[in-house]
């Protein structure tokens, strides 16, 4: 059924034991998911995924459907993705497909004469409506409120941002920042006149995930200094091993950086 199927994705039991030990079955009722969180509260079963919720008096017009609503860093709720099924559309524009020969014989023997629209072939199918995202507006402004501007790195519109100690290392960055670039980096080298002091500065308060520092000693081991942008140092590593790591991090979706 459809309620086992979300029991299982969002590890709910769809039938459990209260604390007073009677038998309660989660149907996404507000009375049953307070029951079921005092039994997680007592140790009786782990903590779900998600509580997924019931909601009766929604307007879905074409069919029921799933809801997913995040919340943003005040705790207010927004639908973004949805799933839902249609069985308007079907019959407005005539869709059909030919079933197949176990489904006739199932259709035969509930009694139910096959075929729609005169063809003894064809079956009306269902449509569903799969909205990811929703709204793109909606779920890119949610992020920027939940993130406060620091987006993680694997989807931070300014990923690394290389610093030269002194211009004599100009040269040297932008390599590095090639290199960062065609490894599908957003990598900026910062070549201006400012004081190195004031571009490290710069790049924490632009909010850049990773800052590489490279002055005499990176240029001659063909290293970069790592630090990020919450001033922490993360020592030396080659240019190899740092697109190594960073592309761990973006490939694990990684929170901390």
Known sequence: STQSTWNEFCGIPGDFEEVGGSTVLYDGSQQAIKKLKVAVAAGKYPEPIQYWLLNPEDAAFYGPKIDIQVEDCMRRKHQCATVQLDFNLPERFKLTYVMSEEEKKQLEQKGETPGVDGVAAH??????????????????????????????????????????????????????????????????????????????ALAQTSQFNVILVCGKQEVSNGTVSVRTRDNQQHGEKTVAECVEWLLQLAASYSKDY
């Open 123 to 200: 079956a009306r199918p269902i449509v569903i409506h799969r909205a990811v995202l929703g709204s793109v507006e909606r779920i890119m402004a949610v992020l920027t409120e939940h993130y406060g501007g620091k987006w993680p790195l694997w989807i931070s519109p300014r990923q690394v941002c290389v610093v030269p100690v002194a211009h004599d290392y100009d040269e040297y960055a932008e390599k590095v920042r090639s290199t960062l670039h065609q490894a599908g980096f957003f990598a900026e080298a910062d070549l201006s006149d400012n004081s190195f002091k004031k571009k490290v």
